[in-house]
């Protein structure tokens, strides 16, 4: 069967209720279809020398984030840390971590940012504090009983044994979720609750100060100009009362779940959380032009995804059903179709993402046999990688990323081609699930290496001190040697490359009236190619099977790889064409 795109037309269109968001004007609001580029700040570009990046490094940087066509970026915690969780450990809200710089240089990068026409995002923790928190060390001091402990979750351990944890619940990063303190008067005592490390307890949502402290911390930052937040696991902030055991209830990661299976876990996506999200978007519609906030939710199915972005709640929600979805067609298909009917059911733009700071580097994931979800490190060891197939696929995935309606996210460095760097010696691993997994996991590391930016040796441009980066410490993860090919200066003359198909699909995106927000129509192909037709005019077929296929009638805009002899589409290829308007 060859591919009819004329058949678009008629073609059955996929779900698309009308907006519940939309601006006064009746125009689609920016983020409805929003590119975010997401700055992973230590690891973006480092000012000072010192081998971490910061918001110096970060404002020198601006226009090359401009000049790639996105709408806004989205910076990964910048507060004071004592970094036992690269910043995910926050010990003041309402400051910048003074290696990374000062609240006067964040004023003045969120001020270049919207000089430059970025919007900027924000990265809020609110499920947990660092234990260096004033309000922690306030806990502790204060001891059981007490006022200041009821902000956090300290519990006597269990009755039947005090020097057992109160019950069965798990650190994401290993071990028990579960520490012991030992109370002012020497003895050991209470337990307190931490879904991540000891370092990050977390905090207790029925508490009034802590839904007023938060509430404060995004005004203080929206009153500096912040667009918008994404929310560091939105869905664990609400814990069932009396914390019960789990019993065997895992994390919920069955994509392939379906709504009815779904059962309240103790932790995890409990129906109360949605409360303070109708509380904080109130928070951000207060603003004249209204703040807008992501979810990062690992949750059981795109139905429970879907409600974060219900009507007066949150804006929109990372869609990591795709993420995790293997470079299948069937499966990228069937994800595609219950995301965007999901999402239409509740009137929010769905999102698209390949790839983050806590998950394996696409190039790599697809570098593997996609028989198993791969998401971390961890699950591509051992297996058989071939990294030009990744690479390949991976040109392919952003075309198909960025052709699918609503908005997407680009993680810093894919433009790049960068792969997840699969060696980094085990005396410089920082992610805390290589010690709480007892070196057993090797963690999220390998994707959070510097960034490449120029020359043939490492530091690579990342170091910027004294314009060359002469005399500048180490980068805090060790570079690659053979990373010269992935700088952008490397790149950037290169019209085959990965960052210039990505420069070309951004700006083809804000020009096309087609892309965006919106719907698609899914135009009949051959098994294992993905092809889908977007009004006015616009067709973007993927290629995932082994075989060349022909291509629909169409102007070709925009293609992830050469065509074969015959303008056939091969393998692990994509393509847009336009199509004429009549
Ligand atoms: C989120 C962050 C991750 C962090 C964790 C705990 O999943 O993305 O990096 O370790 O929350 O805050």
């Given amino acids: 069967m060859t591919i009819s795109a004329q058949s678009a037309q008629s073609a059955q269109a996929a779900t698309l209720t009308q907006a519940a968001d939309p601006a006064p004007s009746g125009v689609s609001p920016w983020w409805r279809s929003a590119v975010i580029y997401q700055v992973y700040i230590r690891s973006f570009a480092d000012g000072d020398g010192d081998g971490l990046g910061d918001i110096a490094g970060l404002r020198a940087k601006l226009g090359y984030i401009a000049g790639l066509g996105v709408d806004a970026i989205w910076i990964n915690p910048w507060y004071p840390s004592p970094m036992a969780d690269a910043g995910y450990d ?68 269990r009755a039947d044994d005090p020097a057992l944890p109160p019950n069965d619940w798990l650190s994401v990063f290993g071990g028990p979720a579960w520490t012991q303190v030992t109370e002012p008067d020497g003895r050991l005592g209470e337990w307190y609750l931490h879904l991540f490390a000891p370092e990050q307890p977390d905090v207790n949502w029925n508490d009034p100060d802590v839904q007023a402290d938060f509430e404060a911390t995004l005004r203080f930052w929206f009153d500096r100009g912040v667009d918008g937040f994404r929310i560091d696991v939105a869905n664990s902030l609400v814990k069932e009362a009396g914390l019960p055991d789990l019993g065997g209830r895992g994390y919920p990661e069955r994509a392939e779940m379906v709504a009815e299976d779904w059962v309240e876990h103790p932790h995890w996506d409990r129906s109360e ?220 003359g290169d019209p085959e490359s990965v960052l210039a198909l990505y420069r070309a699909a951004l700006r083809l995106r804000r020009d096309h009236p087609a892309l965006g927000d919106g719907t698609l129509h899914w135009l009949p192909a051959p098994d294992g190619v993905l092809a889908f037709a977007r009004d006015p005019g616009f067709v973007c077929v993927v290629n995932l099977s082994d075989n060349p296929i022909p291509l629909p009638d169409g ?28």
Avoid at 92 to 117: K, S
């Fill in 90 to 157: 926050v010990s003041d809200y309402r400051d910048v971590e003074p290696r990374f710089g000062t609240l006067q240089d964040a004023e003045a990068l969120i001020r270049e940012a919207h000089d430059l026409g970025l919007r900027v995002l924000l990265d809020i923790v609110p499920n947990h504090t660092s234990d260096q928190h004033p309000w922690f060390q306030a806990a502790l001091a204060a001891g059981p009983g007490s006022r200041e402990r009821d902000r956090y979750l300290f519990r006597a351990g």
């Fill in 273 to 492: 959380v949605h409360e303070i999200y109708r509380t904080w978007r109130r928070v951000a519609d207060a603003y004249p032009e209204p703040r807008v906030f992501v979810a990062e939710a690992w949750v059981d199915s795109p139905e429970r995804l879907a409600r974060y972005v219900r009507n007066g709640e949150l804006h929109t929600a990372f869609n990591f059903d795709f993420l995790r979805a293997p470079w299948d067609a069937r499966a990228l298909r069937a994800t595609i179709d219950t995301t965007l009917a999901e999402h239409a059911a509740v009137g929010a733009p769905p999102t698209w993402v390949l790839s983050n700071h806590d998950v394996a580097r696409h190039v790599s994931r697809y570098a593997r046999p996609q028989t198993a979800p791969l998401r971390s490190l961890d699950d591509l060891i051992g297996l058989p990688a071939d990294l030009e197939t990744g690479a390949r696929r991976a040109r392919a995935a952003a075309l198909l990323m960025l052709a699918l309606p609503g908005g997407a996210y680009i993680y810093q460095g894919e433009e790049l081609g960068l792969p997840e760097v699969e060696d980094l010696p085990a005396e410089v691993l920082a992610d805390p699930t290589w010690e709480r997994s007892g070196h057993t996991q090797r963690g999220r590391d390998g994707c959070r290496v510097p960034i490449p930016w120029e020359g043939d040796a490492p530091p690579f441009g990342f170091s910027m001190k004294g314009g060359d980066g002469a005399g500048a410490a180490p980068t805090w993860l060790p570079q690659p040697a053979d990373w010269g090919r992935y700088t952008v200066q490397a790149l950037d």
């Fill in 555 to 582: 102007t070709v805009m925009l293609a992830s790889g050469p065509l074969t002899e015959g303008q056939r589409l091969p393998g692990d290829t994509a393509i847009w064409l336009g199509l004429a308007q009549g």
